[in-house]
């Protein structure tokens, strides 16, 4: 697989998720029960947020997509491995296109590294 190729392949379709009408405690709890970092904020299937131990403070609801990164399942790798560390982020939501908004996975800067190491 190529840096030029898209992500689609390698997106981890397990997605844990929760509930834009939940509340803190609860995406507290899955967090930790899941062993994940990040949860993206689902309103019927469509990325509206997201939440992370860093807002652990706030209300899911407030958790807005003005803040939320994700990136679409056609992006390329490298461009996806760039943006990940311009925002210091190590998962990221995955939308099928930034107009439909549905949420098909995550992807993490560990799943990227392993294809540029096999690249070489």
């Not at 930790?32 to 299937?45: A, F, K």
């Amino acid at each position: 697989m190529d840096s030029e190729a898209s992500i689609s392949n390698l997106v981890n379709r397990h997605l844990i998720s929760i509930n834009s009408n939940a509340k803190s405690s609860a995406a507290i709890k899955l967090l930790t029960n899941s062993n994940v970092d990040m949860l993206p904020v689902l309103e019927n299937g469509k990325l509206v947020g997201i939440f992370t131990k860093d807002s652990s403070n706030n209300d899911l609801v407030s958790s807005s997509m003005e803040k939320a990164l994700f990136v679409e399942k056609n992006q390329d790798i490298d461009s996806t491995i760039k943006y990940m560390l311009k925002h210091n982020i190590s998962r990221v939501p995955v939308v099928d296109s930034a107009i439909s908004m549905k949420c098909i996975g995550t992807i993490s800067s560990s799943d990227l590294l392993k294809i540029k190491k096999n690249q070489k």
